[in-house]
């Protein structure tokens, strides 16, 4: 069985400031990792995935995370926040069957002017 | 570009009552998903299903749930005997061939008063 951790329940930042939201997870197999983003009252939209090949993967709006296996983490980075990026933030795995995904908790991210 | 859709965006029902929760996922993707998010707390996996049957479920989805592929396009998901615990955000999804990332639906707001 798969768990997932997101060790900040909500992380504050100023506009401009870099971000780095944390995630580890727990699997006797090996996984897919993934990070949603969800603005108030909407579904969840793909930000990034890790599937095979290059620890370091690159998503949209900006962000970027690094997979690393001998942590068992994937955090979440950005340099560079804007006011737009404040929303939930969930991490979540799946195993290489796809059969479903376990999500983390969610880390809100507010981004302050 | 294609997009699982959800009707619909919120359903109020009183408790005891028999809802159905619809979908439409991308056209040719092969797996399909049910997953709930109660108010204020994390994204939870209900079931996966795939070649017209259940692939795998979790411990929420007892023997009130039940999912159906009705024809080629829509994937429901039914509610026997709500109850006020079953209030929540229910999303759909589907993934293609390999079952890696999937992509979710807007969500259906379920009220159960």
């Known amino acids: 069985a798969q768990s997932v951790t997101q060790l900040d329940s909500q992380v504050p930042v100023f506009e401009e400031a870099p971000v780095e939201l944390r995630c580890n997870y727990s699997?006797?197999?090996?996984?897919?990792l993934f990070w949603y983003v969800q603005y108030p009252n909407q579904g969840l939209q793909l930000l990034l995935k890790y599937l095979s090949g290059s620890t370091l993967v690159k998503g949209i709006n900006g962000f970027e995370a690094e997979f690393n296996k001998s942590q068992t983490s994937f955090h979440l980075r950005k340099p560079s926040v804007h006011i737009s990026d404040t929303a939930e933030y969930f991490c979540?795995?799946?195993?290489?069957?796809?059969?479903?995904?376990?999500f983390g908790a969610g880390t809100r991210l507010f981004v302050k002017a | 570009e294609p997009e699982v859709t959800q009707t619909p965006s919120h359903q109020v029902t009183q408790m005891g009552q028999e809802v159905i929760l619809r979908c439409v996922p991308i056209?040719?993707?092969?797996?399909f998903y049910w997953y709930r998010q109660i108010l204020g707390q994390k994204v939870e996996f209900l079931v996966s299903?795939?070649?017209?049957?259940?692939?795998?479920k979790s411990e929420i989805f007892d023997d009130q749930f039940s999912v159906e592929r009705p024809d080629g396009s829509n994937f429901t998901l039914k509610i026997r005997s709500t109850k006020l615990e079953d209030s929540a955000m229910y999303f759909c999804?589907?993934?293609?061939?390999?079952?890696?990332?999937?992509?979710f639906g807007p969500g259906t707001r379920l009220t159960v008063t």
């Open positions: 699997s006797s197999v090996s996984v897919y």
């Open positions: 999804a589907s993934s293609g061939q390999g079952a890696r990332e999937q992509y």
């Open positions: 979540a795995v799946s195993d290489l069957g796809g059969f479903k995904t376990i």
């Open positions: 299903f795939y070649n017209n049957e259940i692939s795998e």
């Open positions: 056209s040719n993707h092969l797996y």
